[in-house]
């Protein structure tokens, strides 16, 4: 069964402490891995998408990267504004649109 | 700069209403989606449009309908509401391109929170 899960399910940070969101998933076949970050209240925002195994994609104090079982998103020295809840999805070989979304990782960055 | 409007932000329905969800995306995509959003649950594919007039199930159809009579707007429609439709209802679109770096990205709305009491 294809499926996407991600850890932990929260994660409280002082602010400056860097550290990882985990997505693992099984799938028959990987056409791209997405990130979101979703803030109260509103829609999922579109951070990154991955293709391949060993690429690596940044943007300000985010990385995420990826292998054959799992993704990992890495936050280097974040501020309270990074606080969100980060989604996971990946798209199959065989889907022109369906994805399989993790449940998310809430990030809370105390000041 | 606002991209995916849905229509109503917090609804309050009773059982057996019937409830109309809208979304009007301005970025001329072709595709557009609903979806469901619970708490410990990844988000859930209710329909798909790939075009006017056209729709496709997706994993939790059941209860639901929808219409997309013009490109820009996608409408989920709830014949009759039930306590077990009460979430969060997010619509997105996305480009037809499958190619390219913006491919299946989807632009989401700001949800709209349904309670059925």
């Known amino acids: 069964e294809d499926q996407v899960t991600q850890s932990p399910e929260a994660l409280r940070l002082q602010e400056g402490e860097s550290s990882s969101l985990n997505c693992s998933y099984t799938v028959s076949g990987l056409r791209g891995l997405f990130w979101y970050r979703q803030d109260p209240g509103k829609g999922p925002e579109f951070l990154f998408t991955l293709y391949s195994a060993g690429e690596e994609k940044e943007k300000e104090r985010l990385k995420a990267t990826l292998t054959k079982k799992e993704s990992f998103l890495h936050i280097t020295a974040p501020k309270p504004e990074d606080s969100a809840t980060y989604l996971c999805a990946v798209q199959m070989v065989y889907s022109n649109y369906q994805l399989i979304w993790g449940a998310g990782t809430k990030l809370i960055i105390k000041p | 700069d606002v991209k995916v409007t849905q229509s109503s932000r917090y609804l309050v329905k009773r059982t057996g209403e019937k409830v109309f969800l809208e979304c009007v995306q301005d970025m001329d995509h072709e595709n557009m989606f609903w979806y469901r959003q619970d708490p410990g649950l990844g988000l859930r594919l209710i329909y798909f449009s790939y075009d006017v007039k056209m729709k496709e199930k997706g994993d939790i159809p059941e209860g639901y309908s929808v219409s997309r009579e013009k490109k820009e707007r996608f409408s989920l429609i709830l014949e009759s509401a039930s306590t077990n439709q009460t979430s969060m209802y997010l619509c997105?679109?996305?480009?037809?391109?499958?190619?390219?770096?913006?491919?299946?990205?989807?632009?989401f709305g700001a949800g709209s929170r349904l309670t059925v009491l």
């Open positions: 997105a679109s996305s480009p037809k391109d499958q190619s390219g770096p913006g491919a299946n990205v989807l632009t």
